[in-house]
């Protein structure tokens, strides 16, 4: 696997890492740092390549530690790193330093961590939580990015200080007592001990309490070893059966020296551990240091005696994360039973908790110490060969009873600040996550590997559910979704699943945009309706079966964000469960109620049909619209309507745009010739055609004879082929490109009765630097003024007059075309409505 | 009387079931002097929330711990795993805090709860352990023997000890006598995989097993052993003690050494090793049985003393002085400007209190807020009512400009379109100065035209409110101004709702609560930032050592509950699987089967729910349990 890296080699002597995930623009970032500097130049980027350490079977999962530990082994080689975005990432490297006598590298410089989003939602997001804030707190310099060009002196400057360091005398001698309980465990008490004696320190000594034992033999070994070794002055002490606690505690009541360290009786000791362990206590001033451990079966030494090598095989590994108390509600993340403490510490709390009925003694005498404020590390070594034994004592108790024995530690501290049963409630959480997904009959998705995240933000992953294909050449609605798509594709993972068959001339680009794209086949049996639901009619068309197995398959995956493109969508909410954000591209109950009251007097089916359909989509936009906490509108007065009508949640504004680089240079005024762009087969727009054919285009022809029009759009149907034809109007169908068919036109009309959301195809005629005759509903949302930026008309003949009136006169031409143009660039840009919707949705996932 | 747990209803929120129940008890319940709930889902809460605000004293409410939602949850070995869970904790202990009597069977079922953040007043919490209201059984003077046979009492399950039990005699298998099983299911069929010789004694009545022990209680050992924390005061055992000379031991866990007493032998630790120890000690010593501490008529007594004493109890009632003008009223207005006059009204309409408003509109410069805000400025020029304007600012900020201005005790923060009812001042003010809190909040009813949904906030529970921060709800507001300032007023973040100021009090261990009548009109609430309310959240557990537990909860309890409702999806999911959408590549689905006799128990369940009413069926079973009875006693 290979993450990107830039490598600035020799800089003042110096060789300087910057790493970011993938390449992205920590990269530049970087560079700028360097600007200027005669050593720098472009051969310095190179590639690192560097890999997640395989474990194998490793408690706890977390795929961030183990990139973590590979990147700490990959960067050893510089003196000075810098952690764009990835400080998690860091954590390992800084672990190592804090514990060695060569601090590598020197320096190291990380970014914080950006917000996860409002919940931590496994175990492995808790640990990845933590490994952030534990690299924030060991780094040299915490900054952003940005601010990183003001630290490069002071980082080289760093980067140069002496590299070795030495730890503190202990303040007895011997510095350490290894405090072993004994019970029961004949056969592997003898090679523990001597692997004691093998110790490459000797600065400590040993303590061994016999807990009462009564199995046979047991107290026989305990009396051999004790005379063996009586010539190291060790002591073998025996005690009434009062379970480990007791044990141990007694050990630290006869022990005299600074440091004590407990090690199990049936495990077996490397022979760095005393050294090791000591030197990390000494060096970094830490209170209680665990370390990792290597888990074997058998009863033979899982070390060749001779070479030192590892011969047992490998069961598991036990890597703790560290001081993590949020994490230590849930499981055992701060390690143990192997721990090197200040005594003086331990007396502080009053030691190991005597209880002899349930285990986790371990576990809970370093919450404790955690929660009193002591400070807890993990030593980044396996100096603990821990023996599987059938029947340890977590094996044989009762596990909720040990949980609870960790869970009484945090609750006083809780109840302080009020939040009562939250101990209880965050295991209970953990337990009830990790039973369900153990019971899962396919494994769930897991977290995307931090090498797939990109830039300084996290790339979050969203899914979008749109309810036609989103082909931009086709209406507003198909246009907007598009562009809806093509912005967040660009700076985040997008899946889009979209409904009825899509073209090659869409689908390319789609694809290559997006992660996946669905297409799904329209007309498809319908879904199941909720009881008792009342659906309209165009919802419950969009409502389809294999969709819906879509939907529900891509649930399984994590989702940051999902987006219901129009209320079309709305039935597919309760299939996906995360954040959810509904776009709309109009108020449809409004849209329909417009139809509805066209043509009252002489009412055509479609009218009346909307009629009820407007009350049916009223009533379900107030059943869906609170479902959904973030919705986004077209206009003000859409979003308004939203959040009167919905109650709660917030709606935000993100206005129609166009492409504002798409002006027609070579336009002219006197083309004489009028163009009718729409989607050819919305009610609206064949109403405005016929109101355009039977009213206006007559009066504009009487007053100017060579007038032309051109009707364009998508799917006519063969009312709009009459009606283009009774005009004597040309019908450009299908048209690949507008722009193609608007450079022969001087002017764009939009003369519509009926709408909601705004008319897109203003802002793109204007963006062609068309000039526009619009009715007062055909602008509606968009702050445009008369006469400024197009002319607004609504009566038939006024209107009629407006556009001769553009094509006769040049200097009204060149005034709405310069300002058309001047006002999309300024407010009407895609870029710009995403960009604030965006902002708001990184902002209400915690990520702003 | 049988009362219900009302339904969800979309006309009233947050639903809460324990609260809704109690609410209904609340009316059934009121004419009584003395009415005594039982702690477990407590339907004192209503009533005890109601008595706090007002003079009030009848009827007396005592709550009688035996084992609340938490105690049943942890002898269950389960978790709180929902904000229901949560809730009900909540309930349950704002009703014990707040009855006028607590009475406890044990000082360790009070100890136990004090431990997991109850609070009880100290003079009206009362140790009187259980009544018993019927006569032991004569027993005949006991000869000692040999133990020749060991009576488990109590369930065959897990929790109340069988299997320890089991691993006990385990250890001293072959040594040991017969053993019989008496609990109330244990049939010989269900301890037939038990390690040893066994009779199962099910269904007996409490005469009769207590008879049963007295015909043995020369040559048999009793045995109960419940694990840690399973048992509490068990009625049980006490019966037991009711046979003299009963040879007995049992786990020392719960209320049990209150019973038995510390002393002696009697007492074993709730784990294998020391039952078997406790066990062979009473094989080899059969000596005389001890007798149990527990009097079960001085308890008795005790009972109708406290009767007596809580029926006699008047609750002296207080009002904290306040200088006059008590109240400062800041309001916040942006964009809402239709509401505002009508919040004006009202407070012009406002009874029985002195107060100062102090409105910041934060509307943009221009248009018609202003002009709106500048007639009503006008026609309160004398009456010491500021009207400020400062555009651009966040709600938050305007109520702490407006806070900032004013020096009375309280502050009643609202919003432009709420709307106080005419008493909503005093009454609030009248509520606070009786309790002494430092923070109210009211219910709500909906605008004029807004449809009819009431909201009345449930009350700072606030791990609750980390999954669901709707029950602290944030219609109008009135917070001591000590509280408010040393709290550093409101976030002013323009997505900070007023729920946050709430959570950060609550943190702080300021006292909050709801005053249970809805003083107000209000638009529906919109919650603010739910990552800022965590935020609020992670900010004092970082001071605790313990950041990322707020996170945590919410993360996992909402992924659970996600993986949950796909896993109840998997029938459908097999379907849809096979129909057309192979090419998500999902085809290493295994699907689990289904359970088809399940299916059909719940189809013919439902049917029988349906056809039939309630009380048809209550008597359909007591006439179908009476016919067996009447089969078992023909058979025995």
Known sequence: ?848 | MDICTPPASPKRGPYVAACALSEAVAEAVAEFDIVYFQDLANSAFTLARRKRFTDDFRPVLVTVLHGPGEWARAAARRYPISASDLEENYVERYAAEHSDWVVSPSRYMQTWLEQRGWRFRGDRVRTVGVPVVWNPPPVAAARTSPVRRILYLGRWDTASGSDTFSAALARIAGTHPEVTIISPRASEESVRGAPFRVKGRAGLKHEEWVRLLARHVGDSLCVFPPMADCAHFPYSLIEACMVGGLRLIASRTGGIPEILGEGGDRLFDPFPQPLAKALTAVFEGAGPAPAPVYDIASANRRWLNLHGEALDSRRPGRLFSVPSPAVDVCVACAREQAGFPRLVEALERQTGVEFTVTAVDTSPPGAQTAAVSNGIAERHQTSGWRFLTEPGLSAGAAWNRAAARGRAEFLLIADANDLPETNAIARMLECIRRTGDDCLVVGSRPLPGDGDREFLPLGPCLTAAILDPDILGSPMMLVRRSAFEASHGFRELPDAGREELQIRLGLAGYRLDVIPEFLAHAPASVPGSRSLLLETYEEALSRRGAPGAAKALLGMACEAESVTARMNDLPYRRRIDNASFRRLKYNHLEISRVDFRRRIYLLLRGCYRAALPLQTRYWLHDFVMGVLDRLRSVRA
């Open chain 1, 1 to 848: 696997m290979i993450r990107s890296v830039m490598v600035v080699r020799e800089l003042r002597g110096l060789r300087v890492l910057h790493l970011a995930r993938l390449t992205s623009s920590a990269i530049l970032l970087a560079a700028t740092c360097y600007e200027g500097d005669p050593c720098w130049n472009e051969e310095g980027i190179a590639v690192l390549r560097c890999a997640p350490v395989d474990r194998g079977s490793c408690w706890p999962e977390s795929a961030e530690m183990r990139w973590s530990e590979g990147v700490a082994r990959a960067v050893e080689p510089f003196h000075v790193v810098w952690f764009a975005d990835c400080a998690e990432l860091a954590a390992y490297t800084l672990r190592k330093r804090r514990f060695a006598r060569t601090a590598r590298p020197e320096c190291v410089v990380v970014a914080p961590p950006v917000s996860r989003g409002p919940g931590l939602r496994s175990m492995a997001a808790l640990i990845e939580d933590f490994l952030g804030r534990y690299a924030c707190e060991h780094a040299d310099f915490v900054a952003p990015a940005e601010e990183w060009r003001g630290l490069v002196e002071e980082a080289a400057r760093i980067g140069t200080l002496p590299k070795t360091r030495v730890p503190r005398a202990p303040a007895t001698s011997p510095a350490v007592t290894v405090c072993v309980p004994y019970f029961n465990h004949a056969a592997w008490l003898p090679p523990l001990l001597e692997s004691l004696a093998r110790q490459t320190s000797r600065d400590f000594t040993v303590i061994v309490v016999d807990d009462g034992s009564t199995a046979s033999g047991a107290q026989e070994t305990f009396a051999r070893m004790q005379e063996q070794y009586r010539p190291e002055g060790w002591r073998f002490v025996r005690q009434q059966n009062s379970g480990p606690s007791g044990a141990r505690n007694h050990a630290v009541r006869l022990a005299s020296t600074e440091f004590v360290l407990f090690y199990d009786a049936d495990d077996f000791a490397p022979p760095k551990l005393v050294e090791r362990m000591l030197e990390a206590a000494c060096l970094s001033g830490d209170d209680v240091l665990a370390c990792e451990a290597y888990r074997f079966a058998g009863d033979s030494s899982p070390l060749d005696p001779r070479t030192g090598e590892i011969t047992a095989p490998l069961q598991a590994s036990w890597v703790p994360v560290g001081n993590h108390l949020a994490a230590s509600l849930c499981d055992d993340v701060h390690g143990g039973p192997v721990m090197i403490v200040r005594r003086d510490a331990i007396q502080a709390i009053g030691g190991f908790t005597p209880e002899s009925g349930p285990g986790f003694e371990d576990y809970e005498f370093i919450v404790r110490m955690a929660l009193a404020g002591f400070r807890v590390d993990v030593v980044p070594e396996t100096l603990h060969f821990y023996r599987d034994v059938q029947g340890g004592v977590s094996k044989v108790t009762d596990r909720f009873s040990n949980h609870q024995r960790i869970l009484r530690n945090y609750r006083p501290v809780f109840h302080e600040l009020g939040l009562h049963g939250l101990a209880d409630a965050v295991h209970g959480a953990y337990r009830a996550l990790k039973k369900v997904s153990d019971s899962a009959p396919f494994p769930r998705q897991r977290p995307a590997p931090p090498m797939l995240r990109e830039g300084r933000r996290r790339r979050l992953r969203i899914l979008m559910l749109i309810p036609y294909p989103p082909d931009p050449v086709f209406g507003g609605g198909a246009k907007r979704s598009y562009a809806l798509i093509e912005y967040f594709a660009r700076r985040h993972d997008v899946t889009a699943v979209c409904l009825g068959s899509m073209q090659d001339r869409c689908a390319q680009p789609l694809t290559r945009l997006c992660q996946r794209v669905f297409a799904i086949e329209w007309g498809g049996p319908p879904a199941k309706l909720p009881p008792g639901a009342v659906v309209p009619t165009r919802v419950r068309q969009c409502f389809d079966r294999t969709m819906q197995a879509a939907v529900n398959a891509l649930s399984w995956e994590t989702w940051d964000l999902t987006i219901f493109d129009q209320i079309y969508m709305g039935l597919y909410r309760s299939s996906v469960d995360g954040f959810r954000v509904l776009g709309e591209h109009n108020v449809e109950s409004q849209l329909l109620g417009r139809i509805a009251g066209l043509n009252e007097a002489n009412p055509s089916p479609e009218t009346a049909a909307a009629g009820l359909e407007s009350k049916l989509m009223g009533m379900f936009e107030e059943e869906t619209w609170p479902q959904f906490s973030f919705r986004f509108g077209v206009s003000r007065a859409d979003c308004d309507t939203m959040d009167r009508r919905a109650g709660r949640g917030r709606t935000i504004l993100a206005p129609n745009g166009c492409n504002p680089d798409s002006e027609i240079r070579d336009a002219r005024p006197d083309c004489k010739t009028v163009l009718f762009p729409a989607a050819l087969n919305y009610y609206p727009n064949i109403d405005a055609l016929a109101h355009m054919t039977g009213e206006i285009w007559p009066r504009v022809k009487a007053r100017m004879p060579s007038a032309q029009l051109i009707v364009a759009g998508g799917n006519p149907g063969p009312v709009v082929r009459s009606l283009a034809a009774r005009a004597g109007a040309e019908l450009v169908a299908d048209p690949l490109r507008m722009e193609d068919v608007a450079r022969s036109c001087s002017a764009v009309v939009a003369p519509l009765r009926a709408g909601g959301g705004t008319r897109m195809k203003i802002l793109d005629a204007m963006a062609m630097g068309l000039p526009v005759i619009s009715t007062a509903l055909g602008c509606e949302g968009l702050e445009v003024a008369d006469n400024q930026h197009l002319l607004i008309r609504d009566d038939p003949s006024d209107f009629a007059g407006a556009v001769v009136e553009v094509l006769t006169d040049e200097a009204t031409w060149r005034r709405l075309r310069k300002n058309g143009m001047q006002l999309v660039r300024d407010r009407y840009s895609w870029d710009r409505s995403f960009h604030d919707l965006e902002v708001e949705l990184l902002r209400e996932l915690g990520m702003g």
